[in-house]
């Protein structure tokens, strides 16, 4: 079994409970999979800690530049096993908040939308179990602060 290590960063805007929306990017459908939408997610590259990991993909994937200051670790950690691939992938979970507001996202190649959703409507447009169940962990965070 192949082990994978990666990341999942929810990017949070707004502090105010019912005025806090986080972005989603949108994967466009493949012949192994439907289109979906997800928080910013990828793999941990050798030698690379997850929190490096999390702001290189941010960078790559929404043209967003972090740094350690506005990113928090929320030390939850997960296993999804792909049996079919032979496969195990580890992530982290992260949060950012406080971005400069006049930035703009600018998605990659490797999706073709993004949008700012209300926090309480992001489970609806999640797909995977593995991306809802990190999502309930933001929420716990995001509605204790």
């Not at 994967?27 to 997850?50: C, L, S, V, Y």
């Not at 406080?98 to 309480?120: A, C, G, N, R």
Request: aromatic share 10%; hydrophobic share 40%; net charge negative.
């Amino acid at each position: 079994m192949k082990i994978k290590n990666s990341i999942e960063c929810y990017i949070v805007r707004g502090r105010l409970k019912g005025f806090i929306e986080i972005l989603l990017l949108h994967k466009p459908e493949t012949n192994r999979h439907p289109a979906f939408w997800q928080p910013i997610t990828g793999g941990i590259e050798k030698d690379e800690k997850p929190i490096e990991a999390c702001i290189r993909e941010v960078k790559e994937e929404a043209n967003l530049l972090m740094n350690l200051e506005i990113v928090k670790d929320l030390n939850y950690e997960f296993e999804i096993s792909l049996k079919e691939d032979n496969l195990v992938i580890k992530k982290s979970l992260f949060m950012c908040r406080d971005l400069d507001p006049t930035l703009q996202v600018k998605i990659s190649e490797e999706h073709d939308d993004f949008m700012w959703v209300k926090l309480e409507e992001v489970r609806n447009y999640l797909f995977w179990d593995s991306n809802k169940n990190t999502f309930k962990e933001l929420y716990k965070v995001l509605i204790n602060i």
